[in-house]
């Protein structure tokens, strides 16, 4: 696939600074954080310019430094996802949702079998764990959730709320 062929479409994600550069490129690649990746992609990584990054089923999950910004750098973190990903035979370096996190797997079970649950299923949505990386809990929500404007505003927050008051460890929730 080529730079040109590549379908990607950069998201805001719940408020934060966060970008969830949404392709299907990202299938073929280890969900988890990233920690080395081709190219521009890692220098930017490496150097700070890019704090964290997480490969969902989604896509990528960037943050950026906290003296950049996306006017300023969003253009060439876009243009460094893009050759990543395009970059023939050359693997992203990810850590993996840890089986380690089996107590969080279980808190969040517990609190999707509530209210937050009952808000998804209401709607008639569903939900799952993408990754449980370094506080950051990522959850897929899907069927009729999936691009729905109320998940930003009503039930992200609700999701959010519930996941970090249910336990220390969950400092950010984000919903993709």
Known sequence: MSASELLIHPERIDGSEAVLWRTTAAESLATGLVTDAPGVFGELLRS????????????????????????????????AVVDALVAPNVDWQTTTSATDNSELFAVIDTVFAGPAGDLIRLHGGSWSVESILNGTVTIKLSGACDGCPAVTFATGLKIDRALRAAHPAIERVITV
């Open 48 to 79: 700070g310019v890019i704090v964290e990054a997480t490969v969902c089923s989604d896509g990528i999950v960037t943050q950026l430094g906290e003296n950049c910004t996306w006017g300023e750098v969003g253009a060439e973190v876009r243009a």
